[in-house]
C-alpha cells in the first residue's frame, strides 16, 4: 500500500480516514491521564483528578509526603508525560486526505496603525490572496494580523485567527472567522505550522522575528518540504545579509540553508509575493489531483 506524502508535511503521514489508530491514541492519551492523576493528588495538585483513585490506605493514613517520595512522584511524571507527548506528536501528524483551501500565514506586527499606508497594502495583499481561494491566517490580533484578516474577510469567510493571550492581543480582531486561542506560544505556534502552506512575513518584532525563524529552521531540517517562506521588505534583508556574514561565513548553516527564505524587496512587492504563491498554489492543486487520483486507484 502507498502512502501518499503531503507537501509541506514529514513523511509518515498518517491520514484521518486510519479511525483505529486515532482512537487507539486517544484511548492512549486517556490512560496516561489517569496514569498520572494519583501522582499528582499524591503531591496536592488542585485538579489533578479524582482523589478515589488513590487507595484507600493512603488516602485515609494522612501520611506526609516525605522528600524521597516526591522524587519517585516526579520521576514517574516525567515518564508519564514523556509518553503522553509521543502520543500527542502521533495525533499532530493526522492529516485529512484532502485541504479543501491552500492556507496563507501572514506574519507580522501588532503596533501597525490600522490607518497606515503598510496596513491598506497588507489588507490588499491578504484579499487578493483570498480571492484565489486561499485562505488566510493570522495571528488573529491588531496591526498587520487586523489587516490579513480584514483583507481576507472583505473577499469572504477564509479568515483564521491563532490569538494567545499578551497585553496588546487581550481578544481577536473583528475581522476573525474561524477562531483558535491559545495559552501558550508552543500549542500555537505548533498550529501555525500543523495548518500553514505557505508563509508571508512582514514588517515586525521580536514574536515575527521566532514566528519566521522556527519555519526556517524547520524547513532547514527537513520537517517542512516545499513550502514557501517569503520575507518582505528591507529589514528582512538586512537579516538574511547578517546571516550570510555570520552564520555562514563561520559556516555555521550552509549556502542551501541561506537560500531558503525568499525575500522580496521590489516597490511592487505585492505582485512579486503573489506570483510566488500562485506558482505554489498551482503545484499545490497538482498534488491535489494526483492524491485523488491514488485514491480512487486504492478504493478500486
Known amino acids: 500500500m502507498k502512502t501518499h506524502i503531503q507537501r509541506g508535511e514529514q513523511p509518515g503521514v498518517v491520514f484521518l480516514s486510519e479511525v483505529a489508530r486515532v482512537n487507539a491514541l486517544i484511548s ?7 496514569a498520572a492523576a494519583p501522582e499528582l493528588d499524591a503531591i496536592g495538585y488542585e485538579n489533578a483528578g479524582s482523589s478515589s483513585l488513590l487507595p484507600e490506605s493512603d488516602t485515609d493514613s494522612g501520611c506526609e509526603l516525605t522528600v524521597h517520595r516526591e522524587e519517585e512522584v516526579a520521576k514517574k511524571l516525567l515518564g508519564v508525560l514523556g509518553n503522553l507527548w509521543e502520543a500527542i506528536n502521533e495525533l499532530t501528524r493526522l492529516r485529512p486526505r484532502k485541504r479543501s483551501h491552500y492556507r496563507v500565514t501572514i506574519f507580522g506586527s501588532a503596533r501597525i496603525g490600522a490607518d497606515t499606508e503598510y496596513y491598506a497594502m497588507v489588507k490588499q495583499l491578504a484579499a487578493r490572496l483570498a480571492d484565489m481561494g486561499c485562505m488566510i491566517i493570522s495571528g488573529g490580533g491588531p496591526g498587520v494580523m487586523q489587516a490579513a484578516n480584514e483583507g481576507a474577510a472583505s473577499v469572504g469567510p477564509l479568515s483564521v485567527g491563532l490569538t494567545v493571550q499578551l497585553p496588546r492581543e487581550e481578544k481577536a480582531n473583528d475581522y476573525v472567522v474561524e477562531l483558535y486561542h491559545h495559552k501558550t506560544f508552543f500549542t500555537r505556534l505548533h498550529q501555525f505550522i500543523f495548518m500553514s502552506d505557505a508563509y508571508v512575513v512582514m514588517k515586525g518584532g521580536i514574536g515575527t522575528l521566532l514566528e519566521a525563524a522556527m519555519v526556517w529552521q524547520l524547513l532547514q531540517v527537513r520537517r517542512l518540504y516545499h ?20 552564520l555562514k561565513g563561520q559556516q555555521m548553516i550552509s549556502e542551501e540553508d541561506i537560500k531558503i527564505p525568499t525575500c522580496v524587496t521590489e516597490e511592487n512587492w505585492i505582485d512579486a509575493v503573489i506570483k510566488i504563491i500562485e506558482e505554489d498554489l498551482s503545484k499545490w492543486k497538482e498534488d491535489c489531483a494526483c492524491q485523488i487520483t491514488s485514491q480512487q486507484e486504492l478504493a478500486g
Not at 513550502?227 to 555570520?246: N, S
Open 28 to 34: 492512549r492519551i486517556k490512560q496516561l491521564i489517569k
Open 227 to 246: 513550502t514557501p517562506l517569503i520575507m518582505v521588505g528591507d529589514m528582512w534583508k538586512a537579516l538574511l545579509e547578517w546571516a550570510d556574514t555570520w
